[in-house]
C-alpha cells in the first residue's frame, strides 16, 4: 500500500524525516519497500503567461504563443483549442522531462517551438487531455508549478501483512505511529446534517444471503453535481498513486485510501425496482464490469443487484449499467463487508484484482462499514453538493461484539524479559486504543478495537508490547564465548580423515618413552627432542621421559603387528610431544607421524602389487598440505640422520622446516628389530598453524576461453631440479602459462650418462581472448629458446 | 545432365555399400556432398545457364544431394548397430568377480568416542578448551581445593617431573586454566589425557577424561543434572539414565557420583555391571564457593558444575571392548574393527 507523508501529517502531527520515519515504521513491523519524492518532475515546469497568440501560417488546428516565462518570451507552438491570449499556463521548458518524455526544440510546420503547453494529463496531475492547464489569473508567472500548486510530497510503499487489514489505510498507519511516538491520533471530525426526506421513501434495501454479506449500509444523497475533484483532493489520490476521476469517484477511493475501507457508489437513476438486493448470482450470470469486459458468474458469487439486473461483483468490481458519469444527480452510497475468503474465491477465479478486493479478502471489520459511509457522505456533500436523505438502510444481522483479552504481565516479563510495570503495559496497549476493561492481580483484561480483528489471544497482545517496546530494546545476556582454537581442532581432525581414507590406521600409545630410542634415532645431542621432560617416579626406565617424537612408539607398533603376520601396514598417530629445558612446565606440540610399509594397494587380480616408493609417501604429503591451503612448499635433503642417504626430504614452509619424510635407513630400521623397508613422514601440526592463518577461498573467475595444450620433450642434464626447469618455463609467460605438468621422465643407455629426458605438458590460456597456434608456436619457440640459454637442453 | 548426376549418385551408392567404419563413412560423406565434392563443383555450372532454366537444374542437383545423404544416414544408423552389437559381446563381465578397492583404514576407537562427545557438548553451545599434560602443583590440586596433606599429591599415585611440576592427574586443570583467563559466562568440556600412577588389568597410567565445566548466573544442580542426562541419552541411547550418589571431591560442593544405568543389560544387572544394573561413570558436582574465590570470580554472583567422565570407559562400553590394555595395543587387527 502507497502512503503520502503530507496526507499523513492531517492525523499525527508527525516531525520526521522521511529516513526517520521509514525506520520507524520497519521497526514497528511495516516493511517500507520504496519510498518516492512526489513533484520532483513539476518542479521544471513553469507558470508561463501567453502574451500573444497567432494562427499558425500553415496548420489551421495550430497556434503560435508567445509565452512570457518570467525571464523572457518565448515562441511556443500549440495545439489546444482552450489556450487564449493572457492565460497563465503551465509552461515546459526546452531540456525539461515529464516521465519519459524530453523536451526538445522542434519545428512544426516549419515554425520554431521552444517548449511545450502543458495539459494535466501530460503533467500526470489528472486524465484530463480535453486542453491545456489553465491557471488562476494569479498565479505567479516564474515560479514553478510544483512549489505553487504545493505538490512536493514524499510516498511510502508499505508492505502490509495480511494479519493487519486496518494499516491498509492512512489512519490505521497513523494510529500506530501515534502509539510509537507518543502523538495524539486526529481523527477527521464527522457531522452530517440531512434533509426531510427518508431514505425508506426512495430506496429499499434486501439482504438475501448474510452469510456473505455481514453487513450493509446504503445511504442517499440527492442532487450532487459530479464533475472534476477540487485540487487538494487530486493531490492527496495523486500521491497515493490514484488516477483522479471525478469528485464522487475520488471520495470513495479517498475515504478508502483513509480508513481502508472501500467504498461504492452507484447512479440512483439506473436502479430497477429503486432497490439494493444483496444475493448469489444465478448460474451463468452476467454483468458488464466497469473494467470494460463482461464477466459470467456462478452462484457462488454475491452480487449487488437493483430489481432485474447485477448492478457490482460484490467487494469486487463495480458494473458499467449504474456507475457515476456527469450526469448522474442522484447517488446511493455503498459501504458494506463481505466473506473474505468468498471475495478471495471470486476474485481469484474471474482473475480480477482490485484495490476493493484487496481490501475485502483480508477480512475487514463490519463496524468501519459505518464510519466510512458517514464519511464519505460528509465530503460528497461538502464537495459534490446534494441533500442528504436522513437515515441510512442498515443490513447487519449480527453485530460484531467486542472481544476481551486478558493478559498477565507476569507471562509477558517471562517471554520477553523485559522489565516494565504494568502501567507502560496498559500505556502500550491503550496506544493502540485498547481498552483496560478490567484488572485483576497479575491479569488485565483488555477489550479489543473492533478494527484490530487479529488480536484474539494474550500472545497476541504479548506480540503488540514488543512491537511497541522495541524488539531491539529487549537486553540481552548471552556472551559468546572464545575460548576454542577451532582452527588447529578442525585441521587435526581433517588430517586424521584424509588418512582413514587413504588406508591408514590411527595408533595411540602412551607418552611415556625409552631414552634410549634417541640414540636409536642419531638424534643429535644439541637437537630439540633432547630436551626432554623426565618423570621422577616413572614406571620403568622405558617409561622414564615424556616423549619427544611419535617415532619409537609407532615402530614397536609395525613391529608387533608384523610379528603377527600384518606385513602391510600403513599407521599413523597425532598425538602431543613435548619439549622441557628451561621451560618451568614444557612445551607441548602437535605431531603427526605416518608410517608405510608393504605393498601399497591389496591385491586386486587385474595388477600386480607395488611396492611402497619415495614418490608414494610424497603423494599423501603433498595432498594433506593442499587440504591445509598450505602453498609454496619447498622440498630440500632432509637433516635428519634416520633417513637413507639421499632418500629423505624436509619440508620447507615459509623458511621454516615443518616436517620431513622418506625411506627410513635399513640400519635404524634394524636397531628396532625392523627388517621391512619402512617408510615414514612427520608433520609438526602446530608449527604449521603458528604461520598460517585460516584463509577461505575467494571466488576466481573461471576461464572463457578454452585452454591449449601443447607437450614438450627434451634431454637435460641431471643436475637441473624439476623445479628450476618449471620456473624457467613459467617465467617467459607468466600470464598465459597455466600450468607445466610432468608426465615423463625417461633414463636408459640410449640417452648419455647423468642426463634424463622429460616430457611435459603445458596448459596456456588467456583471460582476454582466444590464443592462435601463431602465438602458441612462437611463445614455444621462446621457452626452447630460455631452457637452451640456461640448461642446455637437447630437442628431443 | 541428368546423367552426370546419376552417375555421381550411382558411385556414391556403391562406395557407401562397401565401407563397414564410420570413420570411413565421414570422408565418403565430404568426398561425395562436401563443401568441395564433385556435386557442388557441378553446382557451380548453374551460373552460365539461362536465367529460366536454373531452377531446375539446382532442384535436380539438390535432389541428388539429398538421396545421397539418405544413403549415408542409413549406412551409419547400420554401422552403429552392428558395433553396439560387437560391444555386447567383447564386454564380458563376470559379476562374481571382485572390484578393485580402496583399502579401509580406521580412527582409533577412543578418537571415535572423543569426537562423538565433543560433537554432543559443541552442538549444545560448549567450546572445546585444551591445557598442558605437564602441570604444575597450583593447577592440578591448589587450585581445586586439595588439602596439601591429601593422598593424591604422593608420588604413588601422581608422577613427578619436578618438585612441583607434575603429569596432570585430571582435565580439572583446564578448568582452571579457563577461570583464569576467561570471565564467566564459561560453558566446556577439556578432553584430554592424564596420569596416574598405577598400571593393571582395570587402570592404565595414561588415560583419557572429559571435564565439563559450566559457570554462569543462575546455574543449577538441575541444569548438572539436564545436561548430564541429555548428553548420555545422545551417547548410548534413550534407554539410558543416571543417578548420582553423594561423594567427596575437593572442588566441587555438593559433590557426587555418576551411575548410569548399564548401557549392556540396560539394569538387568549383567557380568559388566557385576549384577547391579548400575555403572560408575564418575564425578561430578557444583563447583566449590573455595575454588570461585581463589580464581577471583564473584561467588555470590555466579554459580557453576563441573563433571568428569572417562573416554577410555566410554569407548569400551560402547564397543563393548573387554579389556582395557586393548586399547594402546595397537593390533590393526583390532583396529581395523572400528
Ligand atoms: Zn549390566
Redesign the interface.
Known sequence: MRISYNWLKQYININLNSKELEEKLTFSGIEVESIDKIGEELKQVIIGKIVEKTSHPQADKLSICRVDDGNEIKQVICGAPNCAKNQKIAFAPVGSKLGEFKIKKVKLRGEESYGMICSEQELGISDNHDGIMILPDDAPTGKDLASYLNLTDTSFELEITPNRPDLLGMVGVARDLSALLKLPLNLPEMSLKSGKKKIEEALALENEAPELCSRYVARMIEGVTICESPQWLKKRLLAVGLRPINNVVDITNFVMMEFGHPLHAFDYQDLEGKKIIVRRATKKEKIPALDEETYTLEQSDLVIADASKPIAIAGIIGGVNSHITSQTTNIVLEAANFNYANIRRTSRRLKISTDSSYRFERNLSDETAEIVSKRAAQLILEIAGGTLLQGTLDSYPDPQKANIVALRPSRVKKLLTIKEDDTTLINYLEGLELRLHKQEKDKLFFEIPFFRKDLTREIDLIEEIIRLHGYNNVETFHKSQNIMNKLSFYARRKLQDILVSYGFCEVINWSFADPKDLDSLNIPESDERRNVAKIINPLGNDFAIMRSTLLPGIFKNTLLNISHGQKELKLFELNKVFFRKDEKLATEKYNLTVLLTGNLNPTFWKEKPKEIDFYDVKGIVEELLTSLDLEDVDYIASKENYFQPGSGADIIFRKNCIGNFGKLDPKIAQTFSLEQIIFIFELSIDDIFSLQEKRYPTYKSIAKFPPVLRDLSFVISKEFLLKDIKNIIFKTNPKIIKNVVLFDEFISDKIKEGYRSLTFSLVFSSETKTLTDEFINNLLKTIIANLEKSCKIEMR | MKEELNKILESAKSEIDKTGSIHELQQLKSRFIGKKSGLMNFMKQISSLPKEERPAFGQLVNETKQQITNIILKCEAAIKESDYKKTLKSEFIDLT??G?????????P??LVW?EIEDIFISMGF????G?????EFHNFDALNTPPDHPARN??DT????ND?L?RAQTSTVQVR?MEK?KP????ISPG?C?R?E?DASH???FHQVEALVVDEDVTFADLRDILNIFLKKMFGEDISSRFRPHFFPFTEPSAEIDIICVNCLGKGCNICKGSGWLEMGGAGMVDPNVFDMLEIDSEKYTGYAFGLGIDRIAMLKFKIPDMRM???????F??QF
Open positions: 568377480m571382485p578393485r578397492k580402496h583399502e579401509k583404514g580406521s580412527l582409533h577412543i578418537t569426537r567450546d572445546v578448551a585444551e598442558p599434560d605437564v602441570e604444575d608420588l604413588s608422577f613427578y617431573i619436578e611440576v603429569l579457563v576467561h559466562p564459561i560453558k566446556i589425557r596420569y600412577n598400571n592404565s597410567p595414561a586399547l594402546f595395543a595397537n593390533d590393526v587387527r583396529l581395523k
